[in-house]
């Protein structure tokens, strides 16, 4: 069982926006911050999205982070199929002094 | 550019210790950034395990905590884990990886090819 809860799976059709969501507690994304992580398969996890909303460089802007609370979401708009991928969001958890990990989204393109 | 790689055993036997060493390249390892451990399975997606600090000072997963040693080569530039008394619950792909701090936030940047690790006789 992740410290931070993600649905299992996702789908949307070439076009569209997904959101996926990223439930935490006070102790992490309410008192730290989100970061977001997408696994394309066979690939290492790749950094889309720092500090709840903020986009490394070379990441399109078709992806966005926010968070409200202890809750953080990450929306990708203008859906491909490249972006067919496993996503994990992850923060910093005060009270477990140690790094935590959501479930992870499998996400599908219609 | 920072790259970093893992290496080590492919296979370990049950109750014996996983040992793997990440070598860092590009940037120094006493850069004063954290670097970590995490792995992967299909049953626990990402794990983290634990991290290390240049100066020494380690961070451990409670969960993990009681088999792992994190140790940092500054001479090499490379951090290593040790893993004991392992089980097939520990096969995983086992990344290293780079925190990054900005503006006091914290996150994985650079990450490790990974490696796959297989507990079985």
């Known amino acids: 069982q992740s410290v931070l809860t993600q649905p299992p799976s996702a789908s949307g059709t070439p076009g569209q926006r997904v959101t996926i969501s990223c439930s935490g507690s006070s102790s992490n994304i309410g008192s730290t911050s989100a970061n977001w992580y997408q696994i394309l398969p066979g690939t290492v996890p790749k950094l889309l999205i720092h500090s709840n909303n903020q986009r490394p460089s070379g990441v399109p802007d078709r992806f966005s982070g926010s968070r409200s609370g202890t809750s953080a979401s990450l929306a990708i708009s203008g859906l491909q199929s490249e972006d067919e991928a496993d996503y994990f969001c992850a923060a910093w958890d005060a009270s477990l002094h140690g790094w935590v990990f959501g479930g992870g989204t499998r996400l599908t393109v219609l | 550019q920072v790259q970093l790689q893992e290496s080590g055993p492919g296979l370990v036997k049950p109750s014996g210790t996983l040992s793997l060493t990440c070598s860092v390249s590009?940037?120094?390892?006493?850069?004063?950034?954290?670097w970590s451990w995490v792995r992967q399975s299909p049953e626990k997606g990402l794990e983290w395990i634990g991290e290390i600090h240049h100066s020494g000072t380690t961070n451990y997963n409670p969960s993990l905590k009681s088999r792992i040693t994190i140790s940092v080569d500054k001479s090499k530039n490379q951090f290593s884990v040790n893993l004991s008394s392992v089980t097939p619950a520990d096969t995983a792909v086992y990344y290293c990886?780079?925190?990054?701090?900005?503006?006091?936030?914290?996150?994985?940047?650079?990450w490790g090819q990974g490696t796959l690790v297989t507990v079985s006789s």
């Open positions: 590009g940037a120094s390892i006493s850069s004063g950034n954290w």
């Open positions: 990886a780079r925190v990054e701090q900005m503006l006091g936030e914290y996150y994985f940047e650079y």
